[in-house]
């Protein structure tokens, strides 16, 4: 990961490589493994003996962790919304974060999921009295679009005409989960997409997302941040000795508690709050409220 300034910055004159800017605050998941290796098993060690796969195994789960609890590198995709409505979940999905679309002024404005919405399973049906199911040559069930997601997705979301003077105060009782001007989504994870519904035609839409960094990446491409390392290799250590045989129990919960403390050390490292930021936001605590 480590390159020289010329490299970094220049590049021989030609345009800068942007694909290592950044990068020193990494490094690589192989070099976490061989550290491991070299530093924590041997005679007269904790961990006298250990196959190399199983190092690799639980560091990705470890590193699996932190994106999923501290790290929270959030990803994204933008993307135009095509007549079917439909865009596909991104390669390395794992969870939701914020769905929203760009408006004329650069801004994302956030899009409300509708709870209310589903996408069930539609299997066609003959013209029977029975209306029995109609089975394809391979006897598997034929399935179609269901009628709730085409009648969802024509709807619109709100009332998208201003209110009157005469309406204003008067929408007692509303669904606020439901009360929202920039359109709705419909996420269907078993299928792999989200659903928008005829409003948002046409329109950008910006997904992000939390990934777990390890998609289609080979053990020498993955990137471990490097406020990360010691909490990797306590987690490494943990796990390895609360699975081998004969190994006291006290050696095992002294190194589960070191690797809780190293992982809450993470967390406050990666806290990016920062003074002026808060004392930004805090300026606002004396308004009036009329």
């Given at each position: 990961?480590?390159?020289?300034?010329?490299?970094?910055?220049?590049?021989?004159?030609?345009?800068?490589?942007?694909?290592?800017?950044?990068?020193?605050?990494?490094?690589?998941?192989?070099?976490i493994v061989n550290n491991f290796l070299l530093?924590?098993?041997?005679?007269?060690?904790?961990?006298?003996?250990?196959?190399?796969?199983?190092?690799?195994?639980?560091?990705?789960?470890?590193?699996?962790?932190?994106?999923?609890?501290?790290?929270?590198?959030?990803?994204?995709?933008?993307?135009?919304?095509?007549?079917?409505?439909?865009?596909?979940?991104?390669?390395?999905?794992?969870?939701?974060?914020?769905?929203?679309?760009?408006?004329?002024?650069?801004?994302?404005?956030?899009?409300?999921?509708?709870?209310?919405?589903?996408?069930?399973?539609?299997?066609?049906?003959?013209?029977?009295?029975?209306?029995?199911?109609?089975?394809?040559?391979?006897?598997?069930?034929?399935?179609?679009?269901?009628?709730?997601?085409?009648?969802?997705?024509?709807?619109?979301?709100?009332?998208?005409?201003?209110?009157?003077?005469?309406?204003?105060?008067?929408?007692?009782?509303?669904?606020?989960?439901?009360?929202?001007?920039?359109?709705?989504?419909?996420?269907?994870?078993?299928?792999?997409?989200?659903?928008?519904?005829?409003?948002?035609?046409?329109?950008?839409?910006?997904?992000?997302?939390?990934?777990?960094?390890?998609?289609?990446?080979?053990?020498?491409?993955?990137?471990?941040?490097?406020?990360?390392?010691?909490?990797?290799?306590?987690?490494?250590?943990?796990?390895?000795?609360?699975?081998?045989?004969?190994?006291?129990?006290?050696?095992?919960?002294?190194?589960?508690?070191?690797?809780?403390?190293?992982?809450?050390?993470?967390?406050?490292?990666?806290?990016?709050?920062?003074?002026?930021?808060?004392?930004?936001?805090?300026?606002?605590?004396?308004?009036?409220?009329?």
């Amino acid at each position: 990961m480590n390159i020289t300034q010329n490299e970094y910055y220049q590049n021989n004159g030609n345009a800068p490589l942007q694909e290592n800017w950044g990068t020193y605050q990494y490094m690589l998941l192989e070099d976490i493994v061989n550290n491991f290796l070299l530093t924590y098993v041997g005679d007269d060690k904790v961990i006298n003996k250990v196959d190399r796969n199983e190092v690799v195994f639980h560091a990705k789960r470890g590193l699996q962790e932190i994106h999923y609890d501290a790290l929270r590198e959030i990803r994204g995709f933008e993307a135009e919304v095509p007549e079917t409505l439909r865009l596909p979940l991104a390669h390395d999905f794992v969870s939701l974060v914020k769905v929203g679309y760009v408006g004329s002024d650069g801004v994302v404005h956030s899009i409300m999921q509708n709870f209310d919405a589903s996408s069930p399973t539609s299997y066609l049906q003959d013209n029977t009295p029975q209306a029995g199911i109609l089975i394809d040559s391979s006897n598997n069930a034929m399935t179609g679009t269901p009628v709730i997601e085409t009648n969802w997705k024509n709807q619109r979301a709100g009332n998208l005409n201003p209110p009157e003077k005469t309406q204003l105060g008067k929408r007692f009782g509303m669904d606020t989960k439901s009360g929202n001007f920039n359109g709705m989504y419909h996420i269907d994870k078993n299928q792999g997409y989200i659903l928008f519904n005829s409003t948002l035609q046409g329109v950008n839409i910006v997904i992000e997302y939390v990934s777990d960094g390890m998609y289609d990446l080979a053990d020498s491409e993955i990137k471990v941040h490097k406020l990360a390392e010691t909490f990797m290799y306590d987690y490494i250590a943990a796990t390895i000795l609360s699975s081998k045989f004969n190994v006291q129990e006290y050696i095992v919960r002294r190194a589960k508690k070191q690797a809780s403390a190293s992982l809450r050390n993470m967390k406050i490292r990666f806290n990016s709050l920062k003074l002026n930021e808060l004392t930004q936001i805090l300026r606002g605590r004396d308004k009036w409220i009329k």
